[in-house]
């Protein structure tokens, strides 16, 4: 279970944690903020000095492809 926001296995969530190439301090705010305006996107935390990523988010709600076009639209490179 996370210790953030209390998400995990226990009701579905899944964590998604990697790195990513071609952030900027500035983009990783606009990626950020991209992702948490999708639905059942719960938590987003980026480090955009060495790409680590980490998001919760409810599969049921929200498709992989869909948080994958987030970096996509902002030429960011998701190595998952």
Avoid: W
């Amino acid at each position: 279970m996370c210790m953030e926001c209390g998400c995990g296995e226990n009701n579905g969530n899944t964590r998604l944690q990697f790195t990513a190439e071609g952030y900027t301090e500035e983009s990783a705010k606009v990626v950020e903020k991209n992702l948490l305006g999708l639905p059942g996107v719960m938590y987003v935390h980026i480090h955009a000095h060495d790409g680590e990523t980490t998001i919760d988010y409810s599969p049921k709600t929200t498709k992989l492809t869909e948080i994958l076009g987030v970096f996509e639209k902002n030429n960011i490179v998701a190595q998952i």
